[in-house]
């Protein structure tokens, strides 16, 4: 049986549709109905039935999801073991405020280690990244930590970092000295509008500790709230990484820690996707870059979270 099938028939099931799945796996729906008959063919059952929203796995479908999954683990790890690169796709989400400090290193360093895989990089604000992850596109996804992650994926705790107050150039700002939460008090901050972790999280602890908290308007677009702060209109609220070493805005804008307030930053993982030789080795590349940039010390305040949750994590895959 050829195990592109099996891949074809998981990403179905997990989406519970053939169209989005088509879409997601680059196939023309046709293409993918087809794959699906085969197999049914040859497993000899109707694993789905349709359904006014898509298709419902049968009986036969939940056993065989159920049976394919430790074999796919299995099929990729004996493909690893006997050297072969990885190959397949990879879909990663990433926040934009990672890209100067992360993502261009990540992405250039899997085209050049692993040119077999198919890459696609989704880059956006959490609540959207979330909304992908809702609908299982994504096999991993950098992103703020929030309680539970959505149904299907597993979490890995990664960084925590600080996060900055950010001002034009004058205000007296450095990274070697933290600023007061009292600082932020009736200034012209500029930060994005409900739901966001860090407007939550400045505004809930302004207001615990009876600070006024004000904006001067709400800016959904990071590298915009700071290039407003460039020039003096506003100030914003940032996570560190966003401008730590960012040569974009080096020398025009300052800014400081902010005492007490952090970003954790979490891996959500696609449980139904952990198999895959390309998932595998992307995340063990988002470890290896992330050791890498911080064993630098150059990302201010940054802590290692994830070498104690890797055990965890990896047993929350096995029960998946």
């Known amino acids: 049986m050829d195990s592109s099938l099996i891949e074809y028939f998981l990403r179905v099931a997990e989406l519970g549709s053939i169209n989005k799945a088509a879409t997601d796996l680059r196939l023309s729906q046709p293409a993918l109905s087809r794959h699906i008959v085969s197999l049914e063919h040859q497993v000899r059952a109707r694993l789905f039935t349709r359904t006014r929203g898509g298709v419902k796995l049968t009986e036969a479908g939940m056993l065989l999801l159920e049976r394919s999954r430790p074999i796919l683990r299995q099929l990729a790890k004996l493909v690893e073991d006997v050297g072969d690169c990885a190959a397949g796709q990879l879909s990663i989400g990433v926040a934009p405020s990672w890209q100067h400090m992360f993502t261009s290193t990540y992405v250039s360093t899997l085209l050049e280690k692993f040119p077999s895989v198919s890459l696609r990089v989704h880059e956006g604000a959490s609540h959207e990244l979330r909304e992908v992850m809702h609908a299982g596109m994504l096999d991993l996804a950098i992103v703020p930590f929030e309680g539970s992650p959505p149904r299907g994926y597993v979490y890995t705790p990664l960084v925590r970092e600080p996060l900055v107050l950010v001002s034009g150039k004058g205000r007296q700002l450095t990274p070697e000295h933290p600023v007061s939460l009292s600082r932020l008090e009736n200034l012209k901050l500029a930060l994005p509008g409900r739901p966001n972790v860090i407007r939550g999280q400045i505004e809930n602890a302004m207001e615990r500790r009876g600070l006024e908290f004000k904006t001067l308007f709400e800016i959904d677009a990071m590298s915009l709230s700071i290039e407003l702060a460039r020039q003096g209109i506003c100030d914003t609220v940032a996570p560190c990484c966003a401008v730590n070493g960012n040569t974009r805005w080096k020398d025009d804008v300052e800014w400081s820690p902010i005492q007490g307030m952090y970003m954790t930053w979490a891996l959500c993982e696609n449980a139904a996707r952990s198999h895959s030789s390309a998932v595998q080795e992307g995340l063990r590349l988002v ?8 064993s630098e ?20 895959r096995d029960m998946a």
């Open 287 to 294: 470890h290896h870059v992330l050791d890498a940039i911080l």
């Open 297 to 316: 010390t150059k990302w201010v305040g940054a802590e290692r979270l994830w070498k104690s949750a890797q055990a965890t994590a990896s047993n929350s």
